[in-house]
């Protein structure tokens, strides 16, 4: 609920969305779909890798958008290495950004996933190829700083020990996170941060009508993770 309430809020204040895509139709579409979910919405594009590096720098967006199929200048051939290079430096040097990823070679980002892994904003992936609204709903959960990544990134559980003592402290404790914050000696944004990267593994993302929590609670000791 808690979160629900905070999207719409969000809606209701102005936001800022960076795109970057080299299409200008996808571009338009994108920025035309972001209008309409967020009316107030400022939209700013690049359509190069260098472009968008150079303007990033000035801006505080709620969510980067980007296409990893980029040039890295203008008259250049589009290279997924070349979008997979700027989206690695983007989550390293503005970590506390919310990004989506719409591309038509998602698959592509298994080769950083520990840079994906240890960011700390939001972040979500749509295929290019899936419905707008699927798009705007992927928006949402980024500006909510929960994360989405693709099915082949999550084959295997991979629950990393901070991950674990969140959910334990709040299962077998019953602590908020606040008191696991203050239990485990980081900040409240960081064990949000630890929730979306455990519930992005287990697969658990929000529904209507359920509580995430408690949803991650039932998927949890469906893998054994808790009893």
């Not at 009316?39 to 968008?52: G, H, L, R, S």
Request: proline share 3%; glycine share 6%; aromatic share 6%.
């Amino acid at each position: 609920m808690e979160n629900i309430l905070q999207s719409r809020g969000q809606q209701q204040q102005k936001q800022s969305f960076f795109l970057v895509d080299d299409h200008a139709a996808v571009l338009n579409g994108t920025a035309m779909s972001l209008k309409q979910e967020f009316p107030n919405a400022d939209v700013v594009t690049a359509k190069t890798a260098q472009e968008a590096r150079q303007k990033l720098k000035t801006l505080q967006p709620n969510v980067v958008i980007v296409d990893l199929s980029l040039p890295e200048k203008a008259g250049e051939t589009c290279r997924t290495e070349t979008g997979i290079s700027l989206l690695r430096e983007f989550l390293e040097t503005y970590s506390d950004y919310n990004f989506v990823v719409q591309s038509a070679n998602v698959a592509a980002l298994v080769r950083i996933k520990p840079t994906i892994d240890a960011h700390r904003g939001g972040f979500a992936l749509v295929d290019k190829g899936e419905p707008i609204a699927d798009m705007i709903k992927r928006v949402s959960w980024a500006m909510d700083g929960l994360v989405y990544t693709p099915p082949t990134m999550r084959k295997h559980l991979e629950i990393k020990s901070e991950w674990m003592q969140v959910l334990e402290l709040a299962v077998y404790e019953g602590l908020n996170d606040k008191a696991i914050a203050k239990h485990m000696n980081v900040a409240e944004r960081t064990v949000r941060n630890y929730w979306a990267k455990l519930q992005d593994v287990l697969g658990v993302y929000h529904e209507e009508g359920k509580i995430l929590r408690i949803q991650t609670e039932l998927r949890a000791r469906e893998e054994g993770l808790i009893d």
